[in-house]
């Protein structure tokens, strides 16, 4: 018998059954999100399956957000928080306010997610909970819907191909230059329906909030889902994050003889920072090839890199100086909790100080149709997941993807900065968060 | 030969997206008769005015790639489709169209099949046959568990009765 990997694990666990990729299981479900964008529709669905005598099935494990139109930009977005705030009071679910912060954030730093969860939520970027060890992956409204009814929902158990980095990274490397380093080889439809296992020993060094960067973008490879075995780090994180304890399962890791679909390895000294240029996420290529690129916006925030940490990074490249002239200088924080801390560190001062825009918690920009968004031939770089024409606003704009750091060292010279041309001790997030969380 | 189906085939390429199934300008409706009208609306005009309940809709690989919009297999239900043969499917649609109890099924080679040809679809056997060239074209069939969802409508019928059977 072949070993199983991680994925293999928890839905043999979930489903009592002993799945194996290729399966069809059902699966009992640990926790469920939404938001104002996608919260309407699922409780319609929810609404027709249930008819009269209505319940949810564990509505300490349901969760609604307000995060994409937070606060509201307009009526429609004003009602549709109403529909998701008198649902969740009749229904026992738990509920979030505009500025608690970004669905995948608030579901970490809240303590919804365990290593060794299943946890679905009807927003692609889902696949996030996978920088815990958890099986995150996004649905549609009627899975999400009728699984707010029995709890469960059914699967198809994913293929799954391995990222091996080995090795250091160079300073200036970051997850988020690995992710789009993978997605550039892989490309973006490369891992369809497939889990991203990520491991080797330069992923093992990462702190976690920059585990879940390569998570949260599995998707923009077309990936189900994308995982990183949980290990003390996990634990420590989770702790002080979120108060939980976890302990630490030596069972969820991949066997040793589990079967992937394709293994790709790296080295990590070998890596440079990467820039995704418009207008997909899988047009990967080394900052080099991009630097001197004018940049009108720059943006930093998302459920990808709107942390503490990443905005740190650019607070210490900033401090006591000024963005470029011709540059504009977005920070939205992913969460309440993250602005908060940036308060109490000084960092928000820094950044206001250099000219920023710091806006409260949620999705900001990121999907175009809220504050921030870019007018016709705006070039922008952002610390995002996606770029596709018109994701951050007109159809004539150009967004490029890069690491929290790059977009410090763009926005001070106001074009495409290589980050290593800094003094690297003024963002040594590794260094910084060694032990999973920034003081 | 006992057979699910037999109808028309609608024929279409590879990597066909829920944008030319249903452009986003239509998904202000979620009414599976509305987004019907206006099925493959840019990609194929004539489809929605031409398709008779029971045809089906014949394509290459990776159908239905693109965005998570469930309005993209609810506006085929809507237009009467019987089904969804393809070479492959994109993750999402395929997920969708199970759950909205459209029969799909992957079936290497069905891409040859001339626009127009009468096609009958066994989902249970697993298999499309060409009525004009008479060739039998074998698919991947659907695993126990899908096609019971399939068989009792979907997943909201398919929910409805589970929650039914609990009480
Ligand atoms: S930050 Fe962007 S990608 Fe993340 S949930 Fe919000 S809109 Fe989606």
């Given at each position: 018998?072949?070993?199983?990997t991680?994925?293999?694990?928890?839905?043999?666990?979930?489903?009592?059954?002993?799945?194996?990729?290729?399966?069809?299981?059902e699966?009992?479900?640990?926790?469920?999100?939404?938001?104002?964008?996608?919260?309407?529709?699922?409780?319609?669905?929810?609404?027709?399956?249930?008819?009269?005598?209505?319940?949810?099935?564990?509505?300490?494990?349901?969760?609604?957000?307000?995060?994409?139109?937070?606060?509201?930009?307009?009526?429609?977005?004003?009602?549709?928080?109403?529909?998701?705030?008198?649902?969740?009071?009749?229904?026992?679910?738990?509920?979030?306010e505009?500025?608690?912060?970004?669905?995948?954030?608030?579901?970490?730093?809240?303590?919804f997610?365990e290593?060794?969860?299943?946890?679905?939520g009807?927003?692609?970027?889902?696949?996030?909970?996978?920088g815990?060890?958890?099986?995150?992956?996004?649905?549609?409204?009627?899975?999400?819907?009728?699984?707010?009814?029995?709890?469960?929902?059914?699967?198809?158990?994913p293929?799954?191909?391995?990222?091996?980095?080995?090795?250091?990274?160079?300073?200036?490397?970051?997850?988020?230059?690995?992710?789009?380093?993978f997605?550039?080889?892989?490309?973006?439809d490369?891992?369809?329906?497939?889990?991203?296992?990520?491991?080797?020993?330069?992923?093992?060094?990462?702190?976690?909030?920059?585990?879940?960067?390569?998570?949260?973008?599995?998707?923009?490879?077309?990936?189900k889902a994308?995982?990183?075995?949980?290990?003390?780090?996990?634990?420590?994180?989770?702790?002080?994050?979120?108060?939980?304890?976890?302990?630490?399962?030596?069972?969820?890791?991949?066997?040793?003889?589990?079967?992937?679909?394709?293994?790709?390895?790296?080295?990590?000294?070998?890596?440079?920072?990467?820039?995704?240029?418009?207008?997909?996420?899988?047009?990967?290529?080394?900052?080099?090839?991009?630097?001197?690129?004018?940049?009108?916006?720059?943006?930093?925030?998302?459920?990808?890199?709107?942390?503490?940490?990443?905005?740190?990074?650019?607070?210490?490249?900033?401090?006591?100086?000024?963005?470029?002239?011709?540059?504009?200088l977005?920070?939205?924080?992913?969460?309440?909790?993250?602005?908060?801390r940036?308060?109490?560190?000084?960092?928000?001062?820094?950044?206001?100080?250099?000219?920023?825009?710091?806006?409260?918690?949620g999705?900001?920009?990121?999907?175009?149709?809220?504050?921030?968004?870019?007018?016709?031939?705006?070039?922008?770089?952002?610390?995002?997941?996606?770029?596709?024409?018109?994701?951050?606003?007109?159809?004539?704009?150009?967004?490029?993807?890069?690491?929290?750091?790059?977009?410090?060292?763009?926005?001070?010279?106001?074009?495409?900065t290589?980050?290593?041309?800094?003094?690297?001790?003024?963002?040594?997030?590794?260094?910084?968060?060694?032990?999973?969380?920034?003081? | 030969?006992?057979?699910?189906?037999?109808?028309?085939a609608?024929?279409?390429?590879?990597?066909?997206?829920?944008?030319?199934?249903?452009?986003?300008?239509?998904?202000?409706?979620?009414?599976?008769?509305?987004?019907?009208?206006?099925?493959?609306?840019?990609?194929?005009?004539?489809?929605?005015?031409?398709?008779?309940?029971?045809?089906?809709?014949?394509?290459?690989?990776?159908?239905?790639?693109?965005?998570?919009?469930?309005?993209?297999?609810?506006?085929?239900?809507?237009?009467?489709v019987?089904?969804?043969?393809?070479?492959?499917?994109?993750?999402?649609?395929?997920?969708?169209?199970?759950?909205?109890?459209?029969?799909?099924?992957?079936?290497?080679?069905?891409?040859?099949?001339?626009?127009?040809?009468?096609?009958s679809?066994?989902?249970?056997?697993?298999?499309?046959?060409?009525?004009?060239?008479?060739?039998?074209?074998?698919?991947?069939?659907?695993?126990?568990?899908?096609q019971d969802?399939?068989?009792?409508?979907?997943?909201?019928?398919?929910?409805?009765?589970?929650?039914?059977?609990?009480?």
């Amino acid at each position: 018998m072949t070993g199983k990997t991680i994925t293999e694990k928890i839905l043999s666990e979930k489903s009592g059954a002993d799945a194996t990729a290729g399966d069809y299981v059902e699966a009992t479900v640990d926790a469920m999100v939404t938001h104002d964008v996608t919260g309407p529709l699922t409780i319609d669905v929810f609404e027709d399956v249930t008819g009269d005598d209505a319940a949810l099935a564990a509505p300490e494990n349901v969760v609604f957000t307000l995060d994409h139109h937070a606060p509201a930009d307009g009526v429609q977005a004003a009602n549709n928080h109403n529909i998701v705030r008198e649902f969740a009071a009749e229904y026992g679910a738990n509920q979030y306010e505009i500025s608690d912060g970004i669905c995948h954030q608030v579901m970490i730093e809240e303590g919804f997610v365990e290593p060794g969860d299943l946890v679905i939520g009807a927003d692609s970027h889902s696949t996030t909970y996978g920088g815990l060890g958890a099986l995150g992956t996004g649905v549609g409204s009627t899975d999400l819907g009728t699984a707010f009814a029995t709890g469960e929902l059914w699967f198809r158990v994913p293929e799954t191909i391995r990222f091996e980095v080995e090795g250091d990274l160079p300073d200036g490397v970051y997850a988020k230059d690995l992710i789009l380093r993978f997605i550039g080889d892989v490309g973006f439809d490369g891992a369809t329906y497939k889990t991203a296992e990520y491991g080797g020993s330069a992923i093992r060094d990462l702190p976690i909030h920059q585990r879940l960067v390569l998570s949260n973008m599995a998707i923009e490879m077309g990936g189900k889902a994308g995982i990183v075995e949980p290990d003390e780090r996990t634990a420590t994180y989770l702790e002080e994050q979120a108060g939980l304890e976890v302990g630490v399962d030596p069972d969820l890791a991949a066997d040793d003889d589990a079967s992937y679909e394709a293994v790709y390895t790296y080295e990590g000294a070998d890596l440079a920072p990467q820039v995704s240029k418009p207008s997909n996420p899988e047009n990967a290529v080394d900052v080099g090839e991009t630097t001197g690129t004018d940049i009108d916006q720059v943006f930093v925030g998302t459920c990808t890199n709107g942390r503490y940490e990443d905005i740190r990074v650019v607070a210490d490249v900033l401090t006591g100086e000024r963005v470029a002239p011709n540059t504009r200088l977005i920070v939205v924080p992913a969460s309440r909790a993250v602005y908060q801390r940036c308060l109490e560190t000084g960092v928000l001062e820094a950044l206001v100080d250099a000219g920023a825009t710091f806006q409260s918690a949620g999705c900001g920009p990121c999907f175009g149709t809220h504050q921030g968004a870019l007018g016709d031939g705006d070039v922008a770089l952002a610390t995002a997941n996606r770029n596709f024409p018109g994701r951050e606003g007109s159809m004539e704009s150009r967004v490029y993807l890069g690491s929290p750091a790059t977009a410090a060292a763009t926005a001070l010279y106001g074009e495409i900065t290589d980050p290593r041309e800094i003094d690297t001790t003024r963002y040594d997030d590794h260094a910084v968060s060694d032990v999973g969380v920034v003081r | 030969m006992s057979v699910d189906g037999t109808g028309r085939a609608w024929v279409f390429g590879d990597d066909i997206d829920t944008d030319q199934i249903t452009p986003s300008r239509f998904l202000v409706s979620s009414d599976p008769d509305e987004l019907g009208e206006h099925a493959f609306n840019d990609l194929r005009p004539e489809f929605a005015d031409g398709v008779e309940p029971g045809d089906f809709v014949v394509a290459g690989e990776n159908f239905g790639s693109g965005s998570s919009r469930e309005h993209a297999p609810l506006s085929l239900v809507g237009a009467g489709v019987a089904g969804v043969v393809a070479q492959s499917f994109a993750r999402i649609f395929f997920r969708n169209a199970i759950n909205l109890g459209l029969p799909v099924l992957i079936c290497p080679g069905v891409g040859e099949i001339d626009d127009g040809t009468e096609i009958s679809i066994d989902v249970d056997e697993g298999f499309v046959y060409d009525h004009d060239e008479e060739i039998r074209y074998d698919a991947e069939p659907l695993p126990p568990f899908l096609q019971d969802l399939v068989d009792q409508g979907g997943l909201k019928p398919y929910t409805r009765r589970k929650l039914e059977s609990a009480d």
